[in-house]
């Protein structure tokens, strides 16, 4: 029965120890602990980032970066270590020019569409409102005159 006790105890301080651990950081480093989280992709599928995903490598990612703040490393440090496993995908937001093009990109399309949009409909508009050419009236009189046999009953 003490041997039951003695195991249940040392199983329940093992599992709970990450939990009582993860209260020891700082509000700083809690700080840099949560903006680090949201700034690496889960290395599973590099759909969400590790604070949200939920497989087992975000988990173990989650813990790894815990350690690492409380150890004092930078967020330079951590993010390079990352890298330097999985490459610059790991990153949510990749350093260098091609973040710039990812914002960029989608504002010159849709500029470039409403541009093109506003020329269709001014190009629209101008044939609907442009004047209609005047008849001169002799080929008006003309066409009566010669359509009146048809239109009075074929008299």
């Given at each position: 029965?003490?041997?039951?006790?003695?195991?249940?105890?040392?199983?329940?301080?093992?599992?709970?120890?990450?939990?009582?651990?993860?209260?020891t950081?700082?509000?700083?480093?809690?700080?840099?602990?949560?903006?680090?989280?949201?700034?690496?992709?889960?290395?599973?599928?590099?759909?969400?980032?590790?604070?949200?995903?939920?497989?087992?490598?975000?988990?173990?990612?989650?813990?790894?970066?815990?350690?690492?703040?409380?150890?004092?490393?930078?967020?330079?440090?951590?993010?390079?270590?990352?890298?330097?496993?999985?490459?610059?995908?790991?990153?949510?937001?990749?350093?260098?020019?091609?973040?710039?093009?990812?914002y960029?990109?989608?504002?010159?399309?849709f500029?470039?569409?409403?541009?093109?949009?506003?020329?269709?409909?001014?190009?629209?508009?101008?044939?609907?409102?442009?004047?209609?050419?005047?008849?001169?009236?002799?080929?008006?009189?003309?066409?009566?005159?010669?359509?009146?046999?048809?239109?009075?009953?074929?008299?």
């Amino acid at each position: 029965m003490f041997f039951r006790i003695v195991i249940v105890s040392v199983f329940t301080l093992v599992s709970v120890s990450p939990v009582i651990s993860a209260d020891t950081l700082t509000s700083s480093q809690a700080a840099r602990y949560n903006k680090l989280t949201h700034e690496l992709i889960a290395p599973c599928c590099f759909r969400e980032p590790i604070a949200i995903h939920r497989s087992e490598q975000s988990l173990q990612m989650l813990e790894e970066v815990r350690v690492l703040v409380a150890e004092g490393k930078s967020e330079k440090e951590i993010k390079a270590i990352y890298v330097e496993r999985y490459g610059t995908r790991i990153l949510a937001d990749p350093p260098g020019i091609t973040a710039g093009w990812l914002y960029l990109i989608p504002v010159v399309v849709f500029c470039t569409l409403v541009y093109l949009a506003v020329l269709r409909l001014r190009s629209l508009v101008a044939h609907a409102t442009a004047p209609v050419p005047s008849v001169p009236p002799e080929l008006v009189a003309r066409v009566r005159k010669e359509t009146e046999y048809k239109w009075n009953g074929g008299s």
